[in-house]
């Protein structure tokens, strides 16, 4: 990709589809689950808030809200929320007041991590989520959710 701001998107999307793969099939009780640290529905709320932060950076207002958790089918929405807000503003002609770099080392990569916390959750948690080829996945610029199925799992 030649643009920079579509390939920031790109990454928004993996976070979507990989996310969807963390969350998808996981038992109601999985949200409370406490036996390493945070549960995961605190970890959601957190990623949730790390877009709502990145989105704030890029409108100039930069300001950090920690959110109290919601119930879990509601966090899953306002995370879900979240990344299409920003990737909507990454869509349009806006300019963005901070920079791409920071953006990605900051709470995109923050997510990816949390994203691998509730994987590791899962299973300690006893419901194990199947791995995958993300390699050959079907990742789209834009699609946050409604993801496609997986292509090859293992």
């Known amino acids: 990709m030649e643009n920079t701001r579509e390939f920031l998107r790109h990454i928004l999307a993996a976070v979507a589809y990989r996310a969807e793969r963390a969350l998808e099939g996981a038992p109601e009780h999985f949200a409370n689950f406490d036996g390493a640290g945070r549960q995961p529905v605190q970890i959601l709320a957190h990623m949730g808030d790390l877009y709502v932060w990145a989105l704030s950076s890029v409108r100039g207002d930069s300001e950090w809200h920690g959110s109290t958790p919601l119930p879990w089918a509601a ?15 990454l869509a349009s002609a806006e300019p963005l007041h901070a920079p791409i770099e920071r953006l990605f080392q900051g709470p995109i990569a923050d997510s990816l991590t949390h994203i691998g916390q509730l994987a590791m959750l899962r299973r300690l948690a006893g419901c194990k989520m199947k791995g995958e080829n993300y390699y050959v996945a079907e990742i789209v610029v834009g699609r946050l959710a409604e993801q496609a199925a997986p292509v090859r799992t293992f």
């Open 75 to 89: 966090e899953r929405a306002r995370f879900t929320a979240a990344l299409q807000s920003f990737d909507a503003y």
